[in-house]
């Protein structure tokens, strides 16, 4: 897992050649105005994912995996909290892996948590187990946040 700034995402094209276009498109567009839904980019190859969600505690969220893509999650609105724990220290998922929607989950607790803010991004490699949308303090309630999927 990487946590940088948005001003440092040059250090990070490198690791995989669509992260240019991808912090491209998130620098020269106001997002946090854009309607929610879903942007393609490149296909199935690179989409961004404009969410108004819910947040939750640290008890109620789940670790989650993916496969096929590399996650690069961008808090807009507000601070949010995530949790981490690497895959290989997981026993079994609550059930089977999802082939379809390139996920599982896991109800193991995290190892670490740290708190993102916006203008920060992470991003999150199929090792890494991962537990976002959780409320960095009781009075948030909602994030508008991007969440990029990456092709591997």
Same mark, same amino acid.
Request: proline fraction near 7%; charge should be negative.
């Given at each position: 897992?990487?946590?940088?700034?948005?001003?440092?995402?040059? #250090? %990070?094209?490198?690791? =995989?050649?669509? $992260?240019?276009?991808?912090? +491209? !498109?998130?620098?020269? /567009?106001?997002?946090?105005?854009?309607?929610?839904?879903?942007?393609?980019?490149?296909?199935?190859?690179?989409?961004?994912?404009?969410?108004?969600?819910?947040?939750?505690?640290?008890?109620?969220?789940?670790?989650?995996?993916?496969? #096929? %893509?590399?996650?690069? =999650?961008?808090? $807009?609105?507000?601070?949010? +909290? !995530?949790?981490?724990? /690497?895959?290989?220290?997981?026993?079994?998922?609550?059930?089977?892996?999802?082939?379809?929607?390139?996920?599982?989950?896991?109800?193991?607790?995290?190892?670490?948590?740290?708190?993102?803010?916006?203008?920060?991004?992470?991003?999150?490699?199929?090792?890494?187990? =991962?537990?976002?949308?959780?409320?960095?303090?009781?009075?948030?309630?909602?994030?508008?946040?991007?969440?990029?999927?990456?092709?591997?």
């Amino acid at each position: 897992m990487i946590i940088a700034r948005i001003d440092d995402a040059e #250090r %990070y094209y490198a690791l =995989h050649p669509l $992260l240019k276009l991808l912090f +491209d !498109y998130v620098r020269e /567009h106001d997002l946090l105005h854009a309607p929610a839904g879903r942007i393609e980019l490149q296909g199935d190859d690179l989409c961004i994912n404009v969410n108004d969600t819910a947040l939750v505690s640290r008890e109620e969220q789940k670790l989650e995996v993916h496969r #096929r %893509y590399i996650d690069v =999650h961008f808090p $807009l609105s507000s601070a949010e +909290d !995530y949790g981490w724990r /690497h895959l290989t220290t997981l026993n079994e998922s609550d059930a089977p892996f999802d082939e379809v929607n390139d996920y599982a989950l896991y109800t193991a607790p995290a190892d670490k948590w740290f708190t993102l803010q916006p203008g920060e991004f992470c991003i999150v490699f199929p090792e890494d187990a =991962h537990a976002p949308v959780v409320a960095p303090a009781p009075g948030i309630k909602s994030i508008r946040k991007l969440v990029a999927k990456v092709k591997i």
